[in-house]
């Protein structure tokens, strides 16, 4: 356990809240959670072992570990309960910047003023949120992927008036808790390999979306290229396809380039409530998407 951090709070239990509050508690820290939605810790849970089952893919601590990890969380159905001598407060609401900024606004007034505040935006830097509070200098993004399924990395980067202290007392936390962190030196949107993450939903997008190729072929070819379980469509669905939405929208906002536009068959896939693994359909039906078929590599 990391010296200075005792207790993880995490607002949002979502796909990734729910993961990062049991990936902490699996390393011993007392961890408590809070999300408006009373059922999403136990539902989300669901959803990661039926996507574990799909994928072949695990925690990095045993499964019987990650069990007892999760009955650990303690959920809360007040912020400020949650917030209560919390040392870092992991936010991990969806991807909209006013929506961010009155959660970090509460969450400011409500924890502890020693508190770290990290941001898990997949796309926003904290400088977008640090004015929302009193305590810019103890701002982050910790950007998690998916420590449920073994990606243990986690991107890194600090706002604009964040200490060297605080970046340190994130780094070390992360190791803590069992990942690697992946440390921005200069703000930049998307971070480390989020960035590179992104340039392949980008392309793999655009050719599906404008009906160039049919998006089995583009995850076969990664699958065989890379030797993954699951190709770039195949993780979109696991992501959340609003969650990959609204991520895109960032982008295009920031640029206003068409070409980071994401594409309107995807806002149609969205609007039908085809959201992945979580609705049970996205691009792949589930609990039993053809990617995880035997023959599918055949083509
Ligand atoms: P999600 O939609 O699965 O979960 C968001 C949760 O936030 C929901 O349970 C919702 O009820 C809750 N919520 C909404 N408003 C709230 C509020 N005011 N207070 C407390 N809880 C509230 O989204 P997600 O996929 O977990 O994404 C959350 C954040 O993590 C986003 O910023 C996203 O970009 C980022 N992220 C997602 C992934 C991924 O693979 N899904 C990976 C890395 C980062």
Known sequence: MEEKIRKVAVVGTGTLGTQIGI???????????????????????????????????????????WEKGSDKVKFCTELEEALRDADIVIEAVPEDLELKRKVFGRIDALAPRGAILATNSSSMPVSKMESATARPEQCLNTHFYSPATGLNMVD?????????????????????????????????????????????????????????????????AWMIFTGMTQGPFGIMDNVGL???????????NESRDPKDHPPEALKAIVEREELGLKTGKGFYTYPDPEFSRPDFLKG
């Open 23 to 65: 990936q902490a508690a699996c390393f011993d820290y007392e961890v408590s959670a809070y999300d408006t939605d009373e059922g999403s810790f136990n539902r989300v849970q669901q959803n990661l072992k039926a996507f574990m089952k799909i994928s072949g893919r695990e925690p990095i601590v045993p499964m019987e570990d």
């Open 156 to 220: 890194i980067m600090g706002g604009t008036k964040t200490t060297a202290e605080t970046i340190e007392a994130g780094k070390a936390w992360i190791r803590s808790i069992g990942c690697v962190p992946l440390t921005v030196k200069k703000e930049i949107l998307g971070f480390c390999f989020n960035r590179v993450w992104r340039a392949i939903k980008r392309e793999t997008l655009y050719m599906w979306g404008e009906g160039f190729v049919d998006f089995r072929d583009i995850d076969r």
């Open 242 to 252: 609003d969650v990959v939405y609204d991520i895109e929208m960032v982008y295009y």
